[in-house]
């Protein structure tokens, strides 16, 4: 039974256990969070550590139409599962995470996995197609960015030059952009990286203006970068959260830039070229970050009237955008929610 109903996706990442977590980043102090501490320690003095989510005991995918119960649950992955997408025709999308696999899902119908990718050897933080659908992006914490056939299954090009975990990436035109401690702009043709721009603290997250040859980062510096592609520099820096960002998204006439972070909120900037200098235009608040310290991620409805964000209290929060008052709050997640979406239609 085809649902035409619109679908919003949601990813969990499970409850934690009691005990401690056992991944090590090379911290002396045993006493605090891992990742919490690198995260606290690059702050301080900017070294460049991995920044990984930890290995939790559950893992599971909602689909459902907004503002209702979820109506399927999609079990498959061997791990925490961080990140997902919808294919451009709505028909399918992909899910990765820590146990390195993408698994392709069909949304309607019984919501079967029709594909398994594999070929990475650390996990997949995030994964996108192209605009037509034809090829999957992925970065990876084995500092590689893979291209993949959507029809095969089979990876074509392997981008190497990173030199720690890949923690986002994105496709501009025929460009992908990759993230560590440097934005990295590759041309999918060519072997190596074609432009580099250099940061100073790790980046988290990242997403291509296309109509204005920009390019958007965000991580544990606090604040949004927008680089200029033509001129290879940074244009201008957006400052207004108070702890790392973890997820950006750009509205789809690309004037509105949602970002998510640490601090509690999702802000939405202005960022036609000319706009005034205090960029900040709207304030949400509803959806936390905890010690886990996990990329949370953001999105935009595609009508611009709804933005939505994962949270680490198990519920997905999604806002009326003019208004800015929470219309739902979606339950049924067992632990912290990393990525949500709405779908094309």
């Given at each position: 039974r085809e649902d035409t109903t619109r679908r919003q996706l949601s990813v969990s990442q499970g409850e934690r256990p009691q005990e401690k977590p056992i991944l090590q980043l090379g911290l002396k102090n045993p006493k605090h969070h891992p990742v919490a501490a690198v995260i606290e320690q690059q702050k301080r003095s900017g070294p460049e550590l991995p920044l990984v989510p930890v290995k939790r005991q559950r893992h599971e995918l909602l689909l459902g139409a907004a503002g209702s119960a979820p109506i399927m649950?999609?079990?498959g992955h061997e791990g925490e599962v961080y990140f997902f997408k919808f294919h451009p025709n709505g028909s399918?999308?992909?899910?990765?995470?820590?146990?390195?696999?993408?698994?392709?899902?069909?949304?309607?119908?019984?919501?079967?996995?029709?594909?398994?990718?594999?070929?990475?050897?650390?996990?997949v933080m995030e994964l996108?197609?192209?605009?037509?659908g034809s090829m999957l992006f992925s970065a990876s914490t084995d500092k590689t960015v893979a291209v993949w056939d959507?029809?095969?299954?089979?990876?074509?090009?392997?981008?190497?030059?990173?030199?720690?975990?890949?923690?986002?990436?994105?496709?501009?035109?025929?460009?992908?952009?990759?993230?560590?401690?440097?934005?990295k702009l590759w041309d999918i043709w060519k072997k190596g990286a074609i432009q580099t721009f250099r940061n100073m603290y790790q980046v988290l997250a990242v997403t291509p203006n296309d109509p204005s040859d920009q390019i958007i980062s965000g991580g544990i510096d606090n604040d949004i970068k927008?680089?200029?592609?033509?001129?290879?520099?940074?244009?201008?820096?957006?400052?207004?959260?108070?702890?790392?960002?973890?997820?950006?998204?750009?509205?789809?006439?690309?004037?509105?830039?949602?970002?998510?972070?640490?601090?509690?909120?999702?802000?939405?900037?202005?960022?036609w070229p000319f706009a005034p200098k205090e960029r900040c235009v709207k304030i949400f608040q509803g959806n936390v970050h905890n010690f886990e310290k996990n990329l949370l991620?953001?999105?935009?409805?595609?009508?611009?009237?709804?933005?939505?964000?994962?949270?680490?209290?198990?519920?997905?929060?999604?806002?009326?955008?003019?208004?800015?008052?929470?219309?739902?709050?979606?339950?049924?997640?067992?632990?912290?929610?990393?990525e949500v979406a709405f779908h094309p239609d």
């Open positions: 649950l999609l079990s399918t999308f992909p899910s990765a995470g820590f146990d390195r696999l993408m698994l392709s899902w069909n949304v309607y119908g019984d919501c079967d996995n029709s594909a398994i990718l594999k070929g990475h050897s650390g996990a996108h197609n192209n605009t037509d959507s029809e095969t299954g089979k990876r074509v090009k392997s981008l190497k030059g990173h030199t720690s975990f890949v923690n986002s990436c994105y496709l501009a035109s025929l460009f992908a952009l990759a993230v560590t401690m440097a934005v927008v680089w200029d592609l033509h001129q290879n520099k940074l244009m201008y820096t957006m400052t207004g959260h108070a702890d790392s960002g973890t997820g950006l998204s750009l509205s789809s006439e690309g004037s509105c830039l949602l970002s998510s972070a640490m601090d509690n909120t999702v802000l939405a900037w202005d960022v991620r953001c999105s935009w409805s595609p009508d611009g009237s709804k933005i939505a964000a994962s949270s680490a209290d198990r519920f997905v929060y999604v806002w009326d955008t003019t208004s800015r008052r929470i219309l739902y709050k979606l339950p049924s997640h067992a632990g912290s929610i990393s």
